[in-house]
């Protein structure tokens, strides 16, 4: 039964989403040069309103955190104004929307802003080069110090006010898929002996730091988070990393979020030290919403939520293929199926 999908669901006192199905975070490299979404993006976006949520595309906090070509900011006025045109046409369209937050640490690269260097955990590199632009290679990141790691909490909290500005119903802080908080949070990327490093309490003390700084700012029912237990792109899982994630996912739940986001491609990816997949690890150390992904069709979806194993299903690579996705499958109709040559064009 498809049904569960489109019951509206309370997120909390001041969100409801009309239906179940999230639009996943995509990174598409569309902004124009100043890093300001275009008029296509608009359309884009406008176009995927039917869905319960949409979450951006992941978002700099500011330029440093840059790792791909023409991926958009939220730290300029131009770029505020930019993504205030986004909202306005999700919102006239009847949808609802949040930013996902991104610095990408050592993923970054100095070309994109014209530095000299990278922050990030600790001096460890991402081997090879980027994607698309292979002339390029990953360079050995500069640890951030204690002032810089304030700075970083205060600019991702600069952010978070920024959305609100620009109209957005929440933000979504990225703290997955290798990214700069995901880094702090894995011991293959966090090599540190200070207040950031070696215990779960430490390896936390900058995600929790970014997660109280923004839901203080914005309100805490409307940041949601993503994260990836299980390492599996940009950085190396260890089973030592089980530890920190058992300690951090009860401190999140304390918070009192607008909900948890799974950060993964396939949910069917088993990880040793998880003792199964993302999924199930995180609905068995954190009770309140949930949001699935990763390789599900409406049916597989549904019936996840069916039984329990979490509360919301975000879609990603089918709803670059189908800007119609839920009304297709609220009328029984076929689905386009994605394949990657599509990310070359925004429809
Ligand atoms: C992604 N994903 C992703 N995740 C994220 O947190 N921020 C991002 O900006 C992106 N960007 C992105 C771009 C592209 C082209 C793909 C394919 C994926 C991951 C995405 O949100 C989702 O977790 C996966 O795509 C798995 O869901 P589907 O596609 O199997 O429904
Ligand atoms: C935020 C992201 C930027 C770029 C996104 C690229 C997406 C690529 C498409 C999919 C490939 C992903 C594979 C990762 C899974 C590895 C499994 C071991």
Same mark, same amino acid.
């Given at each position: 039964?498809?049904d569960?999908?489109?019951?509206?669901f309370?997120?909390n006192?001041t969100l409801?989403?009309?239906?179940?199905?999230?639009?996943?975070?995509?990174t598409?490299?569309?902004?124009?040069?100043?890093?300001v979404p275009?008029?296509?993006?608009?359309?884009?976006?406008?176009?995927?309103?039917d869905?319960?949520?949409?979450?951006s595309e992941a978002?700099l906090?500011?330029?440093?955190g840059?790792g791909?070509?023409?991926?958009?900011?939220l730290?300029?006025?131009?770029?505020?104004?930019?993504?205030?045109?986004?909202?306005?046409?999700?919102?006239?369209n009847g949808?609802k929307?949040?930013a996902?937050l991104w610095?990408?640490g050592?993923v970054?690269h100095p070309f994109?802003?014209?530095?000299e260097?990278?922050?990030a955990?600790?001096?460890?590199?991402l081997e090879g080069?980027?994607?698309?632009?292979?002339?390029?290679?990953?360079t050995?990141p500069?640890?951030?110090?204690?002032?810089e790691?304030e700075?970083?909490?205060a600019d991702?909290?600069?952010?978070?006010a920024?959305?609100?500005d620009?109209?957005?119903?929440?933000?979504?802080?990225?703290?997955?898929?290798?990214?700069?908080?995901?880094?702090?949070?894995?011991f293959?990327t966090?090599?540190?002996?200070?207040?950031?490093?070696?215990?779960?309490e430490?390896?936390?003390?900058?995600p929790?730091?970014v997660?109280?700084?923004?839901s203080?700012?914005?309100?805490?029912?409307?940041?949601? #988070?993503?994260?990836?237990?299980?390492?599996y792109?940009?950085?190396?899982? *260890?089973?030592?990393d089980?530890?920190? &994630? %058992?300690? /951090?996912?009860p401190e999140?739940?304390?918070?009192?979020?607008a909900?948890?986001h799974?950060?993964i491609?396939?949910d069917?990816?088993?990880?040793?030290?998880?003792d199964?997949s993302v999924?199930q690890?995180m609905r068995?150390?954190?009770?309140?919403t #949930?949001?699935?992904?990763g390789c599900?069709?409406?049916?597989?979806?549904s *019936?996840a939520?069916?039984?329990g194993? &979490? %509360?919301l /299903?975000a879609?990603?690579?089918?709803?670059?293929?189908?800007?119609?996705?839920v009304?297709?499958?609220?009328?029984?109709?076929?689905?386009t199926?994605?394949d990657?040559?599509?990310l070359a064009?925004?429809?």
């Amino acid at each position: 039964m498809l049904d569960t999908l489109f019951h509206p669901f309370v997120l909390n006192d001041t969100l409801t989403l009309k239906n179940r199905i999230l639009m996943a975070p995509l990174t598409r490299c569309m902004a124009d040069d100043n890093l300001v979404p275009t008029q296509a993006m608009i359309d884009y976006y406008a176009r995927r309103a039917d869905t319960g949520l949409i979450i951006s595309e992941a978002i700099l906090i500011r330029a440093d955190g840059q790792g791909y070509p023409h991926t958009p900011g939220l730290f300029t006025p131009e770029q505020i104004n930019g993504w205030r045109k986004v909202t306005d046409a999700v919102h006239n369209n009847g949808g609802k929307i949040f930013a996902q937050l991104w610095h990408t640490g050592r993923v970054a690269h100095p070309f994109f802003f014209n530095g000299e260097y990278v922050l990030a955990p600790s001096a460890i590199a991402l081997e090879g080069t980027l994607p698309r632009m292979r002339e390029l290679t990953y360079t050995v990141p500069k640890p951030a110090t204690k002032t810089e790691i304030e700075q970083l909490i205060a600019d991702f909290s600069q952010a978070a006010a920024n959305a609100i500005d620009a109209g957005f119903d929440g933000v979504e802080i990225h703290g997955a898929n290798g990214y700069l908080i995901d880094q702090f949070l894995h011991f293959s990327t966090n090599e540190r002996d200070d207040e950031f490093g070696e215990t779960p309490e430490n390896m936390a003390r900058f995600p929790l730091a970014v997660i109280d700084a923004i839901s203080q700012r914005i309100g805490r029912d409307r940041t949601g #988070l993503r994260l990836s237990p299980g390492g599996y792109f940009n950085l190396e899982g *260890d089973a030592r990393d089980r530890k920190v &994630f %058992d300690y /951090l996912l009860p401190e999140v739940e304390k918070r009192c979020l607008a909900y948890l986001h799974v950060g993964i491609f396939d949910d069917s990816m088993n990880f040793d030290y998880l003792d199964g997949s993302v999924s199930q690890y995180m609905r068995a150390h954190y009770q309140r919403t #949930l949001v699935g992904v990763g390789c599900y069709s409406p049916q597989t979806g549904s *019936d996840a939520i069916e039984a329990g194993k &979490f %509360d919301l /299903l975000a879609i990603g690579r089918p709803l670059i293929a189908n800007p119609d996705y839920v009304n297709k499958i609220q009328s029984g109709k076929a689905l386009t199926p994605y394949d990657d040559t599509m990310l070359a064009q925004l429809i």
